[in-house]
T-cell receptor, first 114, second 114 residues
Framework: DTEVTQTPKHLVMGMTNKKSLKCEQH?????MYWYKQKAKKPPELMFV???????INESVPSRFSPECPNSSLLNLHLHALQPEDSALYLC?????????????FGPGTRLTVT | KNQVEQSPQSLIILEGKNCTLQ??????????LRWYKQDTGRGPVSLTI?????NTKSNGRYTATLDADTKQSSLHITASQLSDSASYIC?????????????FGAGTRLAVHP
């Protein structure tokens, strides 16, 4: 199983809503990542978890709150988002967080903030 | 200045034809260089991965080359199919002892027409 799954596929939320994105992998990977991708742009790294601990936060606003409840799951909690936060949110995982390990991407969640 | 530059930005070819996409990078030292295929609204899927000591890597109709001296890579697609229509992203991983931060190119958008 080399699949990273993400739910939901699409999400529309208002600026006052609270929602969560979910990511799951069963490859035994110990590093998991959140990326944000705007249209026609490359993905931008948001967070890195290694062994269920947050190791990197790329200066992401606090309205995005990541959580890693166990080694297979990664959540991204959303609160008080802005319309400019509308994007494709990608989750990825790798065996470890070192440079030589390949990252496997999920299909993404298309988020629209109204 | 982006450390990974791709050309062309977009390309249209007819089904069955070959094409070559270019990637120039300034990242140094680097651990590996990858080519990803990304369908619109989906997560990137790895096509090839090469370390700095490798010159070529094939995956079916996709062949990637790497010249570490000139810091150039290319992705050659043979006998294109309609399903090859996607963005192709060149990604370089800097050599570091830390986490696996990928440096993405802006991608080449390929359209294959019947």
């Amino acid at each position: 199983d080399t699949e990273v799954t993400q739910t939901p596929k699409h999400l529309v939320m208002g600026m006052t809503n609270k929602k969560s994105l979910k990511c799951e992998q069963h490859m035994g990977h110990r590093a998991m990542y959140w990326y944000k991708q705007k249209a026609k742009k490359p993905p931008e790294l948001m967070f890195v978890y290694s062994y269920e601990k947050l190791s990197i936060n790329e200066s992401v606003p606090s309205r995005f709150s990541p959580e890693c409840p166990n080694s297979s799951l990664l959540n991204l909690h959303l609160h008080a988002l802005q319309p400019e936060d509308s994007a494709l949110y990608l989750c990825a995982s790798s065996q470890e967080s070192g440079a030589s390990y390949e990252q496997y991407f999920g299909p993404g969640t298309r988020l629209t903030v109204t | 200045k982006n450390q990974v530059e791709q050309s062309p930005q977009s390309l249209i070819i007819l089904e069955g034809k070959n094409c070559t996409l270019q990637c120039n990078y300034t990242v140094s030292p680097f651990s590996n260089l990858r080519w990803y295929k990304q369908d619109t609204g989906r997560g990137p899927v790895s096509l090839t991965i090469m370390t700095f000591s490798e010159n070529t890597k094939s995956n079916g109709r996709y062949t990637a080359t790497l010249d570490a001296d000139t810091k150039q890579s290319s992705l050659h697609i043979t006998a294109s199919q309609l399903s090859d229509s996607a963005s192709y992203i060149c990604v370089v991983t800097p050599w570091s002892g830390g986490y696996n931060k990928l440096i993405f190119g802006a991608g080449t958008r390929l359209a294959v027409h019947p």
